[in-house]
Structures are given as C-alpha cells and as structure tokens.
C-alpha cells in the first residue's frame, strides 16, 4: 500500500523559511510527477510546485523565485524548500505523487495528509 508522508510544516514569521518533506513508501514500481499542492481557508486546493522523473519544474506564478521543489529519487522523496514567506502562502500544503506499483500500468495518484504552514507575526 502506497504512503506519502509528509513532514516540516509549522509556523514562521514573514520573511522566514520552512522546507517540507514528503516520503514515498510501499508498494512503489516507479514515480513519475510529484507535486505540492496548497488550501488556504475557504479556497481551492491550487498547485504550488511539480517536478517531472527527470526533474523538470514547474511553479505556481505567486511562489517563483521564492520556491523550489526537488526530488531524491533514490527516496523516493520530494522537497519544497520555502524562502521569503508571506502570510497568503498559508494553508495546508499536500503532498501528490502519480505512482507505478509495477512494470505495466495502471498509474495512480496519490495524497499526503496535508500538512499545516502558518505565516503570521
């Protein structure tokens, strides 16, 4: 049974930095696209950030040039490392990973539990 587990969040001033970390574990042939995903309160879940198998990143308008997303592929880890914090990046922060349990499809996706990221002074 696939897992992602996702850890780092917490609570930090503007203009303070947090880095996540999301695990994959279980079951895991190959991972393709992982992603982070944000819900701030009474929003949408947006995307944050995605980086490809071969480590291709994309990024959400709002966090470029504050944000960036990498990957150990070994672990089977994603990361999103956070500078320069404002108070609207707030929000749970979810991990999602689309996943091969073995050679032939299907693929499936993924989600962590979340994970809270509080900025405030």
Excluded at 8 to 19: A, H
Excluded at 26 to 31: E, K, L, N, T
Excluded at 50 to 56: C, D, F, V
Excluded at 71 to 92: A, C, I, W, Y
Aim: proline share 5%.
């Amino acid at each position: 049974q696939v897992q992602l587990v996702e850890s780092g969040g917490g609570l930090v001033q503007p203009g303070g930095s947090l880095r996540l970390s999301c695990a994959a574990s279980g079951g895991i042939f190959s991972i393709y696209v992982m992603d982070w995903y944000r819900q701030a309160p009474g929003k949408q879940r947006e995307l944050v950030a995605r980086i490809s198998s071969a480590g291709t990143t994309d990024y959400t308008d709002s966090v470029k040039g504050r944000f960036t997303i990498s990957r150990d592929n070994l672990k089977n880890t994603v990361f999103l490392q956070m500078n320069s914090l404002k108070p609207e990046d707030t929000g749970v922060y979810y991990c999602h990973a689309i996943i091969s349990s073995g050679p032939l499809p299907p693929l499936r996706q993924y989600w962590g539990q979340g994970t809270q990221v509080t900025v405030s002074s």
